[in-house]
């Protein structure tokens, strides 16, 4: 945490530059923040990672928030009401009025417009424009408000399609151009982009002119720091005000530093997987070989690499927290015989090789697929370990290049957990991102979650995907981890903001010193 004084050099009494001085340093401070890997690009139609999340949720509003109940609501977004109308085919948004962006443009209808068009834009290539492709019509009624139809009712439709929490400003993207975006990313959120320093940090400043909660720190610097025991250093130093921590630093930092920081956690609506190059090409493509890794694999190693209870091993890929949880998913519990059963079945009795990659700015997921990679020797795979910095590791994961790789993966469609599943569907855009899988009974399971109002049943359809896909190793799910937090005790966080549903990176406004 930086404080910086902005006191000008005038010939004032003493005693008025001490009073300045100090209404100054109350009021004008940088706070950075870890976020371990760089944005992969600034452009929020078709990034696919996490910390670009982070970084958009702070320069940009939301079209429609969520509470720390999960629930739908309007505080904090972009719109001032919304009604749902026969029976989830029409939606009407009311825009609130007096939204500008950071370039000084008016928010209006015409943007959240402009923001659905880019999402449905083929050429743009986003992964989520599945979740678009029902919206027959968009029609602006007044400068403010708009109306969504859709072909047939869809349930669940405002959290599959919340524009990835951004509204974009459509006039200042169609003079500069997607590139020019990119550069100099423009939203209406409490925060504006300063700078991108390569490898070093990004810098934003409070936006003056927000319309909403105004944020009490004046400037937030995004840190690159990869290796882990220099970030949990500079934690310790404060040179860092807040980062997720591994378990192993969490606990010593709580046993050691307890009176210089404070520290949460939480579960997450994630999990940590391994996902599979399923293409015919691939050696994966055969599922008894999918199958022969997961029955190899003792994720009990690789749980116990983290001490204390901060993660559960995984059954399926809905965390047990919602109800579409599966406890009756095969888990493929350790069986080394198992695997080399399938394996000989698969016309590979001795064995085979082949890579598993690996984000190198993640040290601790490097070191479990350290355990895998002994795991598999075990019963005869010998599996080479390529560890790539983030942004090549996106691109050779996503091409094919990769037979095998270490995924985290948060839910992006909370409330709903469609997005856990919707990856199974053969046209989703993230069922080629991440291997290709191909089932006919589950595309059919799938599409009809949208057209189902009852939850109960609506749940037992995420059930049923999660038996059929997860027996065929379409992903293979280790864990749910819980988020372990550590930050500067000079300030304050709200305790809504620890939150599967909000969390307190996404919300930098709220945060204060004391």
């Not at 977004?77 to 919304?82: F, H």
């Not at 970030?231 to 307890?258: C, G, H, N, Q, W």
């Not at 697929?369 to 795991?375: D, E, N, R, S």
């Not at 995420?462 to 799910?477: C, D, F, G, K, L």
Request: aromatic content about 12%.
């Amino acid at each position: 945490m930086k404080r910086k004084n902005k006191l000008l050099l005038v010939l004032l009494p003493l005693v008025l530059i001490f009073a300045f001085s100090s209404l100054a340093l109350a009021n004008s401070f940088t706070v950075s923040v870890l976020l371990g890997s760089e944005p992969s690009r600034f452009n929020p139609i078709n990034y696919e990672d996490y910390v670009t999340l982070i970084f958009f949720s702070n320069i940009c509003d939301p079209l429609i928030a969520i509470d720390e109940n999960g629930n739908f609501t309007t505080e904090g977004s972009v719109l001032e009401e919304y009604s749902i109308e026969k029976e989830g085919k029409e939606f009407i948004f009311k825009v609130r009025e007096g939204i500008t962006f950071h370039n000084g443009d008016k928010l209006t209808a015409e943007d959240v417009k402009f923001t659905y068009e880019s999402l449905m834009n083929e050429e743009l290539g986003s992964p989520h424009r599945r979740h678009y492709t029902d919206i027959e019509d968009i029609q602006l009624i007044d400068e403010y408000t708009l109306k969504v139809t859709l072909t047939e009712p869809n349930v669940i439709f405002m959290a599959t399609s919340r524009l990835r929490d951004t509204v974009l400003p459509k006039n200042y993207i169609e003079r500069v151009g997607w590139e020019g975006y990119e550069r100099a990313p423009v939203g209406s959120g409490p925060y504006k982009f300063v700078e991108h320093r390569s490898g070093d940090k990004i810098v934003l400043a409070k936006f003056e002119d927000y319309w909403g909660h105004q944020a009490q720190i004046d400037n937030v610097e995004f840190k690159f720091i990869t290796e882990t025991s220099s970030a949990v250093m500079a934690l310790e130093t404060k040179e860092i005000d807040f980062m997720d921590l591994p378990v192993a630093s969490y606990e010593r930092l709580k046993e050691t530093r307890s009176d210089e920081l404070y520290f949460r956690s939480y579960e997450e609506f994630s999990d940590a997987r391994i996902c599979f190059n399923k293409r015919p090409d691939s050696i994966f493509s055969d599922v008894r070989l999918r199958q022969a890794v997961a029955y190899a694999i003792n994720v009990q190693d690789i749980i116990d690499l983290q001490p204390g209870d901060f993660v559960k091993p995984a059954v399926g890929r809905i965390p047990d927290s919602h109800a579409a949880f599966s406890p009756e998913v095969n888990s493929f519990e350790y069986n080394p015989q198992k695997a080399r059963e399938l394996m000989a079945e698969a016309g590979y009795p001795d064995g085979f090789s082949t890579e598993i990659y690996v984000s190198s700015d993640h040290e601790a997921r490097v070191l479990e697929t350290q355990i895998i990679q002994a795991h598999l020797a075990d019963v005869g795979i010998e599996c080479e370990i390529v560890a790539l910095e983030w942004g090549t590791y996106l691109d050779v994961t996503a091409d094919g290049t990769a037979p095998m790789f270490r995924e985290n993966w948060p839910c992006g469609t909370l409330p709903s957990p469609y997005n856990f599943i919707a990856e199974f569907h053969s046209e989703d855009p993230y069922n080629e991102i991440f291997g290709t899988y191909f089932n006919d009974e589950v595309d059919a399971l799938i599409d009809r979650i949208p057209r189902t109002p009852d939850p109960d049943e609506r749940w037992e359809l995420y059930r049923q995907v999660q038996m059929i896909a997860m027996e065929e190793v379409a992903t293979y799910s280790l864990y749910w981890p819980i988020a372990l937090q550590g930050y500067n005790n000079e300030l304050n966080i709200p305790d809504s903001l620890f939150n599967v549903f909000r969390k307190p990176v996404f919300h930098i406004n709220e945060w204060s010193f004391k």
